[in-house]
T-cell receptor, first 116, second 114 residues
């Protein structure tokens, strides 16, 4: 079974600084997808960034970028120029489409605090 | 485009009572998911629908939980009878399918069982 581990329950960063959230996962598959979702207090899950495992190039979306290390099964999220609106729970998620499965497997989340 | 709609947003019930949650996915999204999110945890998949068919319900506790998506659009998740441990947020998500298959989430229903 696939598992996703986020070892940082909480992270704090000064506004305008850079922060990196860690995620590791366990899978025996070679082709899969990885995601970072943001969940503000309103509870609405919002997709931040995604990565296809077959792509070696790290995904980037504006101030958000990932460091995808397939051999190490590591998928960290870097947030540059942190803003107050970035404060939220961040969940790392894994998806493998095959054998009838197609749901997301989530980590436990990292609570990101932005210090003004 | 309207997002995933869920109702109610909050529900408080006594244990052993029944409860139902409703989800309306984004128009044109054939795949619908129900997730359970306990406090301080990430969501866990309960059931996935492809149109009207429940294609993955392996994590749904079938003794007390049931779900339906009769016309392949709206879906209802029911618990009967509710237990104290069912207190959680129930999230609905939908996707169009295809290569990226991005899942769009609703705001969830927070259930409190007293």
């Amino acid at each position: 079974a696939q598992t996703v581990t986020q070892s940082q329950p909480e992270m704090s960063v000064q506004e305008a600084e850079t922060v990196t959230l860690s995620c590791t996962y366990d899978t025996s598959e070679s082709d899969y997808y990885l995601f970072w979702y943001k969940q503000p207090p309103s509870r609405q899950m919002i997709l931040v960034i995604r990565q296809e495992a077959y792509k070696q190039q790290n995904a980037t979306e504006n101030r958000f970028s990932v460091n995808f290390q397939k051999a190490a099964k590591s998928f960290s999220l870097k947030i540059s120029d942190s803003q107050l609106g970035d404060a939220a729970m961040y969940f790392c998620a894994y998806r493998f489409e095959g054998g009838g499965a197609d749901g997301l497997t989530f980590g436990k989340g990292t609570h990101l605090i932005i210090q003004p | 485009e309207a997002g995933v709609v869920q109702s109610p947003r909050y529900k408080i019930i006594e244990k052993k009572q029944p409860v139902a949650f409703w989800c309306n996915p984004i128009s044109g999204h054939n795949t619908l998911y129900w997730y359970l999110q306990n406090l301080g945890q990430g969501p866990e998949l309960l059931i996935r629908y492809e149109n009207e068919e429940a294609v993955d319900d392996s994590q749904l506790p079938k003794d007390r939980f049931s779900a339906e998506r009769l016309k392949g659009v709206d879906s209802t998740l029911k618990i009967q009878p509710a237990e104290l441990g069912d207190s959680a947020v129930y999230l609905c998500a939908s996707s169009r399918g295809g290569q990226y298959n991005e899942q769009f989430f609703g705001p969830g229903t927070r259930l409190t069982v007293l």
